[in-house]
């Protein structure tokens, strides 16, 4: 049976799961989601992850969520939450994330996310959850006893986020594969035992991009988590061209691409490749010869350029609040006009009454 097409059985027999009347054309859909934990987005989330949600746009219907839900997992300042949340809604639009071509949203404003998590929740088995890497890494930072059960379930409502839209790719690091296998173990699960109703979302993660490194400790990710050895979009630039020129490299004083041997100077290179448009190999032939001092120097250039005017789109996004929260409002409702049929469907195959 084709995607998003009709479905047998059930009270709604006859219906489809339409695609909304968001977009007049039929590209293929992408959901993604951001947590709006720090002040900031870091270079890894950019690479890994948003700068492909910007460029998605040309080709697939876009929906992008700020996940709040996702961030009271762990403890949160009620005051800190929300301006965190239209700070990453302002990053979001001054990284090119366009209201007119993408859906742009907050989670906690269109309720089929929760409505949905509960069905899939009650698919998931707690081995299976048990399993993630992710809950086990934070569960272990947030000390013994700690861990709350909505970061146990957490990738769960993942799962509910992404299927809701019936979305066939999700842009995302290396760090969601798991997650995303998840998501389609149960999308799968949820169709063999209630006929076609789900799309099984395919991973979207660029190989080079997939994990950026942290420029104090280049063998672990970088992380809004460990503020350390991140470079973050909206910190003060000399505060970055700082963390920049004192980036772990080696001993040795050769530029090659060499992740198991030399992670620092190879992550260094993956990220001035991307930012200045360059290949590997084409950097590693111009910097033949010359130092990690040059190299950086390079890197902290070409940051700076970018980060700069960025910094100014955010600042202006943020002078008009309500602006912002019009922009958010309006895709809360148009992400509910998709995310509602799905819910509707997966309730009727469930076996709930519909209301009437
Ligand atoms: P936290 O440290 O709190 O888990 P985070 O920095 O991982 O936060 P998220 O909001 O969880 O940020 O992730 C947003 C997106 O950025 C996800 O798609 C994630 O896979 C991607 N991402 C995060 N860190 C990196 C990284 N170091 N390299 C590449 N992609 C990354
Ligand atoms: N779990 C992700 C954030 C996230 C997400 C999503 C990503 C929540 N819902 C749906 C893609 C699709 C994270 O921690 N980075």
Redesign the pocket.
């Given at each position: 049976m084709p995607k998003h097409s009709v479905i047998p059985g059930g009270d709604d027999e006859g219906s489809t799961v339409h695609r909304g009347a968001n977009f007049p054309t039929h590209r293929p859909r992408v959901?993604?989601?951001?947590?709006p934990t720090a002040d900031s987005f870091h270079i890894g989330n950019y690479l890994g992850a948003l700068r492909q949600w910007v460029s998605m746009q040309e080709t697939h219907e876009t929906y992008y969520?700020v996940?709040d839900l996702?961030a009271i997992t762990v403890d949160q300042d009620p005051a800190l939450l929300r301006q965190r949340t239209r700070v990453a809604a302002a990053q979001l639009l001054a990284l090119g994330v366009d209201p007119a071509r993408s859906v742009l949203f907050v989670q906690s404003q269109v309720p089929a996310h929760t409505r949905l998590t509960w069905v899939l929740e009650c698919l998931t088995g707690f081995g299976e959850a048990s399993r993630m890497t992710?809950f086990k890494d934070k569960a272990a930072r947030s000390g013994d006893g700690h861990a709350s059960v909505g970061l146990f379930t957490?990738?769960v409502?993942?799962a509910a986020?992404?299927l809701a839209y019936q979305a066939d790719a999700?842009p995302?690091?290396e760090?969601?594969r798991q997650?995303l296998e998840l998501t389609r173990n149960l999308a799968q699960r949820f169709n063999s035992r209630y006929g076609h109703t789900l799309t099984v979302p395919e991973p979207f993660i660029l190989k080079e991009v997939a994990k950026i490194y942290d420029l104090s400790e280049p063998t672990v990710k970088m992380s809004k988590s460990s503020p350390g050895g991140s470079l973050d979009l909206l910190a003060p630039v000399k505060q970055s061209v700082k963390k920049i020129k004192s980036a772990v490299t080696d001993n040795d004083r050769e530029i090659r691409y060499d992740p198991a041997a030399k992670p620092g100077v190879s992550n260094l290179l993956t990220l001035l490749a991307i930012l200045s448009d360059a290949s590997i190999a084409e950097l590693e032939n111009s910097y033949s010869g010359k130092g990690y001092g040059d190299l950086k120097a390079a890197l902290a250039d070409v940051f700076e350029a970018f980060v700069t005017p960025l910094q100014e789109r955010v600042a202006a996004y943020l002078t008009d609040p309500a602006q912002l929260d019009a922009i958010l409002a309006d895709g809360a409702r148009r992400a509910a006009e998709v995310a509602d049929v799905t819910v509707r469907t997966v309730f009727d195959r469930v076996g709930f009454l519909t209301a009437t």
């Open positions: 959901f993604s989601g951001i947590q969520c996940v996702h992710q957490y990738p409502l993942m986020d992404i999700v995302v690091g760090d969601q997650h």
